[in-house]
């Protein structure tokens, strides 16, 4: 069986406790298997940050992996560095297990 991974930004939600927040949501053959908060501030375009990069994204052994950049900007000193940090997440087991997906099998991003 072939698997796809895709996810979907959501910008500047209101939430029911009155928060503006941002969401990524990653899906498994169009079934939501995550969603995560990604960094919002109000003083930004839509509530993204934009310097916050999120790649390198793939599924394996019951965890998400993904890599996050983190850029200084422009008016930083040091503006020509970024901060790269590998994170993971685990996953519902009982979402994984109707997909019966091998633990060694590695599943990226489209």
Do not use: W
Not at 17 to 23: A, E, I, L, Q, W
Not at 97 to 105: A, D, L, V
């Amino acid at each position: 069986m072939e698997f796809k991974l895709t996810s979907k930004h959501q910008y500047s939600h209101h939430d029911k406790d009155g928060c503006d927040r941002n969401y990524l949501s990653f899906y498994l053959n169009d079934v939501l298997i995550l969603r995560q908060k990604i960094p919002f501030d109000v003083n930004f375009d839509r509530g993204y940050d934009r310097i916050t990069s999120i790649y390198d994204v793939y599924l394996l052994n019951g965890k998400l992996y993904q890599k996050r950049s983190k850029s200084f900007g422009c008016s930083h000193p040091d503006n020509d560095k970024s901060e790269v940090r590998e994170v993971s997440y685990p996953v519902s087991r009982k979402i994984l297990e109707q997909f019966n997906i091998p633990k060694t099998h590695r599943v990226d991003a489209c």
